[in-house]
C-alpha cells in the first residue's frame, strides 16, 4: 500500500514557539487532511487540503498543500499548552473513497511551561 | 453536535474469550470505519462499511468481524480474543458526496486489554 512518512515522530518545544511538522507521499495523493488527537480522545480533522499548492489557515494553524501533491505541510504559530497531542496527516489518492485514506504515523507535540 | 460513541472506554477481556465493541453515530452518515492505533503504528483499517447490512475488509482484518444491521450502528466482533489484539480501537464515520466522505469523525475510542 501507499506509504506516508510524517516528522518528526515528537517534538519537545517551548510554550509560544512555532511549530512545523510535515508528511511525504510515495505516490500522489489528490486530497490531504490534517487531523489532532488530544490526549484520551479521538482524532479530530484540522483542515483539509484539495488542490496542489492550496494554502489553508484554520487560526493560528496553516496547512499547504505540496505542489507535487507528494507532500503536506503543518504550522502551528505560538503554540500554547492546549496544542498538545497527537497530530496525524491523512491523504486520499484520486477517485478513491475514505476506505482509501492512508494516515501517517502521528507527530506527538509536547510543550514544556 | 455530531457525535460517535463508542460503548467503553476501556475494557479488560481474557484470551479467547469474544469481544463486542460498538459505536453509534448520530449524523446519519453511510460511511463508517474501524480502525486499531498502536504506538509507532499510526491509525490502521480493519473494517468498513458504506451501507446498511455491507462490510469490506480493511488492511488488517484478520482475527475481526463486523456488524451492521442499522445505519448507525457498526459492531466490530473478536471472535476469539488474543494478545495481539491489545489495543486502543477507533470508530469513525463520514458522509457522501461532493467532499464529504473522506473527512472522517472519529468516537474517543475504547483502550482494550487481553490477558
Known amino acids: 500500500g501507499q506509504q506516508l512518512n510524517q516528522s518528526p515522530q515528537s517534538m519537545f518545544i517551548q510554550e509560544g514557539e512555532d511549530v512545523s511538522m510535515n508528511c511525504t507521499s510515495s505516490?500522489?495523493?489528490?486530497?490531504w487532511l490534517w487531523y489532532k488527537q488530544d490526549p484520551g480522545e479521538g482524532p479530530v480533522l484540522l483542515i483539509a487540503l484539495y488542490k496542489a499548492g492550496e494554502l489553508t489557515s484554520n487560526g493560528r494553524l496553516t496547512a499547504q498543500f505540496g505542489i507535487t501533491r507528494k507532500d503536506s505541510f503543518l504550522n502551528i504559530s505560538a503554540s500554547i499548552p492546549s496544542d498538545v497531542g497527537i497530530y496525524f496527516c491523512a491523504g486520499q489518492p484520486l477517485g478513491g473513497g475514505a476506505d482509501g485514506l492512508t494516515f501517517g504515523k502521528g507527530t506527538h507535540l509536547i510543550i514544556q511551561p | 453536535d455530531v457525535k460517535v460513541t463508542q460503548s467503553s472506554r476501556y475494557l479488560v477481556k481474557r484470551t479467547g474469550e469474544k469481544v463486542f465493541l460498538e459505536c453509534v453515530q448520530d449524523?446519519?452518515?453511510?460511511?463508517m470505519f474501524w480502525y486499531r492505533q498502536d504506538p509507532g503504528l499510526g491509525l490502521r483499517l480493519i473494517y468498513f462499511s458504506y451501507d446498511v447490512k455491507m462490510k469490506e475488509k480493511g488492511d488488517i482484518p484478520e482475527g475481526y468481524s463486523v456488524s451492521r444491521e442499522k445505519k448507525e450502528r457498526f459492531s466490530l466482533i473478536l471472535e476469539s480474543a488474543s494478545t495481539n489484539q491489545t489495543s486502543m480501537y477507533l470508530c469513525a464515520s463520514s458522509g457522501t458526496g461532493g467532499t464529504s466522505n473522506e473527512k472522517l469523525f472519529f468516537g474517543s475510542g475504547t483502550q482494550l486489554s487481553v490477558l
Open positions: 505516490s500522489i495523493f489528490n486530497t
Open positions: 449524523m446519519d452518515h453511510e460511511n
